[in-house]
């Protein structure tokens, strides 16, 4: 299971459709846990420390945690399906962060053991979320050698 930490409202309708349709696809070692932690509706650092504690909240220390930030090495899709794969090879749990609309809190990215960038431009939360979906679906697909990837 992969659990994701996602701050920001709950998902709109189209964003859900898309992500139930991805999911449905998971097995069960690939199946997602959401959960949402809440805009602090502050810009700033003293935004990023309030969601910092309810992120912090979800997180174990033995989890492997991912922070996707705009910041974050660029990755293709087979590298992000071998980083899942010998993630949970390892019996670490996987955690994904998409963090805040004003970024991520210092406590978080020193807690990080990866960030990750899914590319220059900036994307809305509900854009990455479903594209974040996809590529988990596109790794499980990619570790199997199912030919979904075409690569």
Known sequence: MIKIIT???KN???AEVWIADYQRRLDKVYKLDWKLVPNAGVQGVS???WEAKWIMKYIDPTDYLLVLDERGQMVTSP???NLISNTMSTGQKLVIL???AYGVHETILKRADAMISLGAMTF???MVRVMLTEQIYRAQQINRGHPYHHG
């Open 47 to 49: 935004g990023q420390a």
């Open 124 to 126: 809305p939360h509900q």
């Open 98 to 100: 998409i963090g805040g």
């Open 79 to 81: 590298d992000f399906a």
């Open 7 to 9: 701050v920001g409202k």
């Open 12 to 14: 709109e309708l189209w």
